[in-house]
């Protein structure tokens, strides 16, 4: 039976990628769900309808009035300032909103990953906590936590951590995965380095996995899929920057899709989120997993008529047609895509590149074991893979597609190239650090020895990941084989294997 799944959308960015993820999901369980069952219950609550069916989507688009609509979402929503929430409870996905506890302040975090840390997540852990406790007292079985934020602000990357860690200390069982978007180089947040980095060293501390998307990265990924209209932000407005930033948030929610689709779904060879953790994690602070997703964004342009394509259709299976479509990849031109720069969520990443020392196909539509087999076949062809795990690949199939598409790949990738992007984050910090330039701002909240330990948490991450990338640059050496041989001890004692 499919576990449940709690997420926690903190902070403006974090609402509002999660506003676009919730609204996507509700498409694609309308065009293919028609009973409430457990793949649905993962993530969806139904409060007052269990067992009935839920109608299909007959109209252009989805409306409150949808009986799709009576299931809730196994979310919270927290900020610490209003106006994200209030527009989310205000807007068309309301209902499905009505029942999960929103926690929002009414000064913000100003920009301050110590005031949301230090100050606000203390004052808010009691209410926030107890509106989790009452999410999971309606899962059956709680699987984990997903939660989406951003680092580059103060309340995503505070208030965001700290949760993280009272996670860990309420529900250590329980997976914590954190999909957490980092700040490019010329991000309008002048202290968006440090706020990215206290942050990250707590990510490397309370999470089970990380899968870091980029600004740059979303930007390329739109702009490579012309997948850009009138640069506008997610609430609706014009970006001062020139962003689009609907468009980036649908990319980033369609990983998460990707991501979450084995658990929403049914298929042939499903992965929960604690096989991702247990499989593609060899060391507990080297949990940082890359993503590559093809296609890379949601062909939002296929969805209403891929909604009326499928209330029109017994099949489980949706293929929308020609003209509303974008061109269809074959399977093995997917597993092509996915290792080119257009595709990958991290800017820093490369994964032909860098050493992997695990990674996992996830799998959406048409796609059979035999084409799995021969996309592993290349992949190992073309990837680096860590010499005392040259057989890591985890595979998944889930057998309903995207809206709009036939199929779909969703690569993580435990690469050692991540390195790259927590330097890059560590030379940031350190520019300003060195001057203490609005370095008052945090040891308000912190002393210098907290500040320069996070750092070191960070470049320690960093550094390891850079080793293991040398070692097997060199050939490896005598310490190969206790690598490997605590690294299947550590998969045995779970009961967990590779799938190939």
């Given amino acids: 039976m499919p576990r449940e799944l709690v997420t926690l959308q903190v902070g403006q960015a974090g609402n509002q990628v999660a506003c676009r993820f919730w609204e996507l999901a509700l498409h694609?369980?309308?065009a293919h769900s028609s009973l409430y069952g457990d793949a649905i219950s993962t993530i969806f609550a139904n409060v007052d309808a269990r067992g009935q069916a839920i109608p299909l989507s007959s109209g252009p688009s989805l409306s409150p009035s949808c009986p799709i609509f009576s299931l809730r979402a196994r979310a919270v929503l927290v900020d610490m300032e209003e106006s994200v929430t209030a527009a989310i409870l205000r807007g068309k996905l309301r209902e499905i909103f009505s029942g999960p506890p929103v926690i929002a302040g009414s000064g913000g975090?100003?920009?301050?990953?110590?005031?949301?840390?230090?100050?606000?997540?203390?004052?808010?852990?009691?209410?926030i906590l107890d509106a989790v406790r009452r999410q999971v007292e309606d899962c059956d079985s709680l699987q984990g936590f997903l939660m989406m934020h951003s680092l580059g602000g103060g309340t995503g990357s505070g208030v965001g951590s700290y949760?993280?860690?009272?996670?860990a200390d309420e529900y250590p069982e329980a997976y914590r995965i954190s999909a957490p978007i980092f700040p490019s180089g010329d991000d309008d947040v002048v202290t968006s380095p440090y706020n990215a980095l206290l942050a990250a060293s707590k990510l490397v501390e309370a999470a089970d996995c990380v899968v870091p998307l980029d600004n740059a990265a979303l930007l390329r990924t739109v702009e490579s899929t012309s997948a850009t209209t009138t640069p506008v932000s997610s609430g609706g407005s014009k970006s001062t920057g020139g962003k689009p930033f609907t468009a980036m948030n649908t990319a980033a929610a369609t990983a998460l899709l990707g991501l979450t689709a084995p658990v929403r779904f049914p298929g042939s060879l499903n992965v929960d989120l604690g096989e991702l953790a247990t499989n593609l994690v060899p060391y507990p602070r080297l949990h940082f997993l890359s993503a590559s997703c093809v296609p890379s964004t949601t062909n939002t342009s296929a969805s209403t008529a891929s909604a009326a394509v499928a209330a029109r259709s017994s099949s489980s299976h949706v293929r929308a047609s020609g003209a509303s479509r974008t061109r269809e990849l074959t399977a093995d031109a997917m597993?092509?895509?996915?290792?080119?720069?257009a595709h990958q969520l991290n800017s820093h990443v490369d994964p032909m590149r860098g050493t992997n020392l695990a990674v996992a196909l996830l799998h959406r539509g048409d796609a059979s074991l035999d084409d799995a087999e021969r996309g592993v076949r290349y992949l190992r062809s073309k990837c680096r893979m860590v010499s005392w795990n040259p057989h890591g690949f985890k595979v998944g199939l889930c057998s309903v597609p995207p809206i709009g598409y036939e199929r779909s790949l969703c690569m993580l990738s435990n690469n050692c190239s991540v390195h790259g992007g927590l330097t890059s984050l560590s030379d940031r910090f350190q520019m300003l650090w060195k001057r203490r330039s609005y370095a008052h701002h945090y040891t308000n909240y912190l002393s210098e020895a907290d500040i320069e330990a996070a750092h070191e948490t960070v470049v320690g991450v960093a550094e390891q990941y850079r080793a293991i990338h040398r070692k097997n640059e060199n050939?490896?050496?005598?310490?190969?084989?206790?690598?490997?041989?605590?690294?299947?001890?550590?998969?045995?004692?779970?009961g967990l294997c590779f799938s190939t």
């Fill in 163 to 167: 949760l993280l860690t009272a996670l």
């Fill in 28 to 30: 694609e369980h309308a």
């Fill in 475 to 494: 050939g490896g050496n005598e310490h190969d084989d206790d690598d490997g041989a605590m690294y299947r001890r550590r998969r045995r004692s779970l």
């Fill in 109 to 127: 975090s100003g920009n301050n990953w110590a005031q949301g840390f230090v100050e606000h997540g203390p004052a808010k852990r009691d209410v």
């Fill in 335 to 341: 597993y092509r895509a996915c290792l080119q720069p």
